[in-house]
């Protein structure tokens, strides 16, 4: 996966410089290549990370006949068999990329072809004799895709620090910081003035000469559903057959692959299929490093379990002990998640995956959100309420007085009947910060839950709910740290949880498959017992890398300290700096303090990889165009 940036200069004087900077900033995502092309008042630019087809015939930008151009990040896991097809409709192609395969398959269907793809992505294509360009996201908006747009530029981006270079300053956009992430990932919005998220499953369509942000939708998960089957034995073993083909098609590489461990339900049960894969598949197995990266920190309770998995299967693993991140270290981290949550185990997880060469992670992520997170119990409940209350309201309208006692003793039912629980989404917009910003009204016109929210009538509570969570915001905040975590140290994350087929299929599972004996997941479970130990199957927590805060300390104390005394801190504009301090000298919400001291930490190491940058030369930055006009 790679880097993308793209300006559309709405006063027609373009500056080729920003592109190159904007470039650079991406340098992590893409450490393999970076190129540009321009058309007028048009810039696209890309920062490649090598995966398939390792020669230049892999640079981007990227054309096949001169006038269909594309800039991509992400992967398309069923590429060879659109490719196959496409070939079968006399296409030529002349890489082994998945890249080219997507620009034929938007010659030949048009937006349609987006249908057709398994697989997760943030891209442009832009058609030269038309003078217009798409720009797409996945359906499940794992593959993060930023907007920016003012009155000089329309503009886009992997990343929001890659778009500081339009106007040499970023600001904080005073509504939006405070505001619950899920709300903020729901809304499409950002902490950041002008700069929007393109929403998951979603399209944007314009033209260079007259650019508009006009957002279409391309994907409508709820009408793809499958059909489940009423036994659990046989939901059991499909929903394992799609997960192993799911984990093998993620295998498609030319570099090296590897894996972590945590001894979780979730990483152990892609660990299992990959070494049942590696023994019953032909694969390269030059490529495949199974020594699982086993991360050791203090609330760890599974590194056994992770152990005696690995040596279940005669793998070697390493194991990376993690205490607390250096401080120093904060406004580096801080700049490269771009967020203010401490998710730095993540980081180092991959900063030492990159060390052992891998440059592609099969990853467990992304089971909970579909299969029964516990914190959602709940909620997962609900309809399990509902048919109570409506059997009742039944019973009492049918007058017998036998039935409805029985009832009532059954359930511990008084006589006053309480009323059913409607799906409800309503934004958590109170602001956190509102002592020490200067904030403004959150603006809640646009939620994406609301484009499906008839819909969603026609399905249980148990559905709604999770299609709110896993496509509506919550699951986009979780992609987004997992995203920049891997990216910043230039490894590619594949999460076969994530599959189309997979996650369509779980989000219609019916409760009763997720949750049984007292256990979540329970169908994730008995699709591995005959692998896992006991201990492991009846697990009863949540088991993942959490964020590591820091203690209000000593050391933090005179760290916060430095910081307000900043010159450039008390020029922000958007701080209230009096109660700032007087809070902070009184020992009053030092937690708030620091989390407003960490959003200066990470616009100002925006700022600061910028003014490195520096002028950058054209000589080093590439398109490649296939075939010869």
């Known amino acids: 996966m790679c880097g993308i940036n793209g300006i559309i200069f709405k006063n027609k004087q373009v500056d080729e410089s920003i592109i190159l900077k904007m470039n650079a900033l991406l340098g992590h995502r893409g450490p393999d290549g970076s190129g540009y092309m321009k058309h007028k008042n048009l810039l696209l630019g890309h920062t490649r990370l090598s995966i398939m087809d390792l020669s230049e015939k892999g640079a981007q930008p990227m054309s096949v006949d001169g006038r269909y151009w594309i800039i991509y990040n992400g992967e398309i896991y069923n590429f060879l068999s659109i490719k196959n097809e496409l070939i079968g409709k006399n296409y030529k192609f002349y890489s082994n990329t998945d890249t080219e395969v997507v620009l034929n398959a938007y010659k030949e269907w048009g937006l349609n072809c987006f249908e057709k793809f398994n697989g997760e992505w943030a891209l442009c294509i832009f058609d030269k004799i038309e003078e217009k360009i798409i720009i797409c996201r996945d359906g499940i908006g794992y593959k993060p895709c930023y907007i920016y747009n003012d009155k000089k530029y329309l503009a886009f981006s992997s990343e929001i620090k890659s778009l500081y270079p339009l106007n040499n300053n970023l600001e904080f956009d005073t509504q939006n910081i405070g505001i619950d992430n899920i709300t903020l990932y729901n809304c499409c919005k950002t902490i950041f003035k002008n700069i929007t998220q393109l929403p998951q499953g979603r399209l944007i369509v314009t033209e260079i000469n007259n650019p508009k942000i006009n957002i279409k939708r391309w994907d409508y998960p709820l009408n793809k559903l499958p059909k489940i089957n009423s036994g659990f034995k046989e939901n059991t073993k499909e929903y394992f057959d799609l997960l192993y083909n799911s984990t093998k098609i993620r295998l498609n590489s030319d570099v090296q692959t590897g894996t972590s461990l945590s001894g979780g339900l979730d990483s152990s049960s892609i660990f299992t299929l990959l070494n049942l894969i590696e023994k019953k598949e032909k694969l390269n197995k030059d490529n495949l490093d199974l020594r699982p990266i086993i991360m050791n920190y203090k609330e760890m309770k599974t590194i056994e379990d992770a152990k005696e998995l690995s040596n279940k299967f005669g793998r070697k693993y390493n194991v990376l002990d993690f205490d607390v991140a250096d401080i120093d270290n904060t406004q580096k981290l801080l700049t490269s998640l771009e967020i203010i949550e401490e998710y730095y185990m993540q980081y180092y997880l991959y900063k030492h995956q990159f060390e052992k060469g891998v440059k592609v992670s099969l990853d467990g992520h992304g089971a909970d959100e579909f299969l029964g997170y516990p914190n959602w119990l709940p909620e997962l409940s609900v309809d399990i309420f509902n048919n109570l209350i409506n059997s009742y309201k039944t019973i009492l309208k049918f007058g017998n007085t036998h039935n409805i006692n029985r009832y009532k003793k059954l359930f511990g039912l008084g006589d006053k009947v309480p009323n059913i629980i409607n799906f409800r989404t309503t934004p958590q917009i109170n602001n956190i910060y509102n ?158 303090v620091w989390n407003i001291c960490k959003y200066f930490l990470m616009i100002n190491g925006f700022k600061n990889k910028n003014d490195m940058m520096g002028n950058i030369s054209i000589s080093n930055q590439k398109y490649n165009n296939l075939v010869e006009n």
């Not at 594949?494 to 409760?511: A, C, E, H, I, K």
């Not at 997941?521 to 088991?543: A, G, H, P, T, V």
């Open 435 to 592: 002592d020490y910003i200067y904030t403004e009204i959150f603006d809640t016109d646009y939620q994406v839950i609301n484009d499906d929210i008839e819909e969603l009538s026609n399905f249980s509570y148990e559905l709604s709910f999770t299609y709110l969570m896993s496509y509506c915001g919550w699951f986009q905040y979780f992609l987004n740290k997992w995203d920049r975590a891997s990216m910043s140290n230039s490894v590619e994350v594949r999460m076969p949880f994530l599959d189309n087929q997979v996650r369509l299929f779980t989000l219609s599972l019916s409760g009763n498959n997720k949750i049984r004996g007292g256990l979540t997941k329970s169908i994730l479970r008995e699709s591995f017992k005959d692998y896992f130990s006991s201990n492991m199957f009846n697990q009863n927590f949540k088991q993942g890398l959490k964020s590591q805060k820091f203690e209000i300390n000593d050391q933090t104390i005179k760290f916060i300290k430095e910081i307000l005394s900043l010159k450039e801190f008390k020029e922000m504009g958007c701080f209230k700096i009096d109660n700032i301090t007087r809070d902070f000298e009184e020992g009053n919400n030092q937690v708030k």
